[in-house]
């Protein structure tokens, strides 16, 4: 248990951003999600759709550090990879 007073600000400090962070990734899963769902059902309209209100919500996610850069732009692009295959 924190002691001093800064010790313990910064403990109520951390479980702020933790549940921000936690929102926001499961924000972004939930968008994501949506996605996987697109394509698994075969339809590329909507998956293609749904990526693009997704991309914003994973790169949002990335500039507030709850992903990396490039793992948001590796998801972002596998799920494009996987959508344009669709129509092969």
Request: no cysteine.
């Amino acid at each position: 248990m924190a002691n001093t007073p800064s010790a313990k600000k910064a403990a109520r400090k951390i479980a702020r951003r933790t549940a921000t962070n936690q929102a926001r990734r499961s924000r972004m899963r939930t968008f994501l999600r949506k996605v996987e769902e697109a394509i698994a059902s075969g339809d590329q309209s909507a998956a293609n759709e749904a990526l693009k209100v997704a991309q914003p919500e994973i790169m949002r996610a990335a500039s507030k550090g709850v992903l990396h850069a490039n793992t948001a732009s590796r998801k972002v692009s596998r799920l494009n990879a996987r959508i344009k295959a669709l129509s092969a």
